[in-house]
């Protein structure tokens, strides 16, 4: 079955510091794979994405890189600030038309950003 | 604004009791979904709908109950055979396609507490 691994966290880092946060995944045949963010008491917002091999999602300065011979899809950031504190949520998608948009998500990393 | 709005925001509830949690969306899309989440673990797919009065289960199915009557409404009955109810409900939707990456617009979500 499918699934995906995320870096523990938490993570704490001062503001404008480098963001890594690592993601991995087993699927069968060309999963999606996004990246989704929570903010504290809220619902889950999608941050980015990429459908095939090589893309490159991005958005409010976050990238990450759909990497098919190496399982992953690392969530970058050059310079966070304290408003990027979150729970950062990897999944990925089934893309054989059955599975429409059943996600399989990672446990989520907790982000802390200090002044 | 469209949008998914959940309610209650905050339920409280005594062993042996069901509760229905409601989800409507005003986005036009086909497919809804119901999803746990819990501590650490990430999000798990209770039930989704592609189609009004059709639905399926999802990884942890047991112990609650969906119907899909109309196409904006979802709405998730935890029962009280549900062992470890406990948790934020995350409802969410998406437009139905065969193929590719399909995006979910998540609510803000329904903390349930059993006392």
């Known amino acids: 079955g499918n699934s995906v691994t995320q870096m523990e966290g938490p993570v704490t880092l001062s503001e404008e510091a480098f963001l890594t946060i690592n993601c991995t995944y087993t699927?069968?045949?060309?999963?999606?794979l996004f990246w989704y963010v929570q903010y504290p008491g809220e619902g889950l917002q999608l941050l980015l994405k990429a459908t095939k091999a090589d893309d490159k999602g991005s958005n409010k300065g976050f990238e990450a890189t759909y990497r098919k011979e190496t399982t992953s899809f690392h969530l970058e950031k050059g310079s966070v600030q304290v408003s990027d504190s979150a729970v950062y949520f990897c999944?990925?998608?089934?893309?054989?038309?059955?599975?429409?948009?059943?996600?399989?998500f990672g446990q989520g990393t907790i982000l802390t950003v200090h002044p | 604004d469209g949008g998914i709005t959940q309610s209650p925001k905050y339920l409280f509830r005594k062993e042996g009791q069901n509760v229905t949690l409601s989800c409507e969306q005003n986005?036009?899309?086909?497919?809804m979904y119901w999803y746990r989440q819990d501590p650490g673990q990430g999000l798990r797919l209770i039930y989704y709908s592609q189609i009004v009065n059709d639905f399926q289960k999802g990884d942890i199915a047991e112990g609650y109950s969906v119907s899909r009557e109309k196409k904006e409404s979802f709405p998730l009955t935890v029962t009280s055979a549900q062992k470890n109810p406990t948790a934020f409900y995350l409802c969410a939707s998406s437009p139905l396609r065969t193929a590719g990456a399909n995006v979910l617009t998540f609510g803000a979500g329904s903390r349930l507490t059993v006392l």
């Open positions: 699927a069968t045949g060309y999963p999606s």
């Open positions: 999944a990925l998608s089934d893309r054989d038309g059955t599975s429409y948009g059943k996600l399989t």
């Open positions: 986005l036009n899309h086909d497919a």
